[in-house]
């Protein structure tokens, strides 16, 4: 497995805008599709979006597309969520997740137990 660890929750106003970061520990980064998933009180963790592993394709869900954007920097061995007109229903804790060992070729993966490692979360809050 790698470690992730995410950085870059905080609180801001609805409208505006926030940057996650996912650092993960190893020297085989480039070979994990990396999804972002987050979890309201109250609520199941859901998925936010994934990116392949060479960083040139995205999915998202519904709720996100067009607002937030998901990117890597295989160098760097992190993965960023670039979330702009934050909403207050974006509230929730964010994590980051690694899926490896697929060679499939696919990378579309919504369902959290499609990965192996985690984060340990970052909380992010949007006030009206």
């Known amino acids: 497995q790698v470690r992730l660890v995410e950085s870059g929750g905080g609180l801001v106003q609805a409208g505006g805008s926030l940057r996650l970061s996912c650092a993960a520990s190893?020297?085989?980064?480039?070979?994990?599709?990396m999804g972002w998933f987050r979890q309201a009180p109250g609520k199941e963790r859901g998925f936010v979006g994934v990116?392949?592993?060479?960083?040139?394709?995205?999915e998202y869900a519904d709720s996100v597309k067009g607002r937030f954007t998901i990117s890597r920097d295989n160098a760097k061995n992190t993965v960023y969520l670039q979330m702009n007109s934050l909403k207050p229903e974006d509230t929730a804790v964010y994590y980051c997740?690694?899926?490896?060992?697929?060679?499939?070729?696919?990378?579309?993966?919504?369902?959290?137990?499609?990965?192996?490692?985690w984060g340990q979360g970052t909380q992010v809050t949007v006030s009206s």
């Open positions: 190893g020297r085989t980064f480039s070979s994990y599709i």
């Open positions: 997740a690694a899926r490896g060992r697929d060679y499939s070729g696919n990378y579309y993966y919504p369902n959290e137990y499609s990965y192996e490692s």
């Open positions: 990116i392949n592993r060479s960083g040139g394709s995205t």
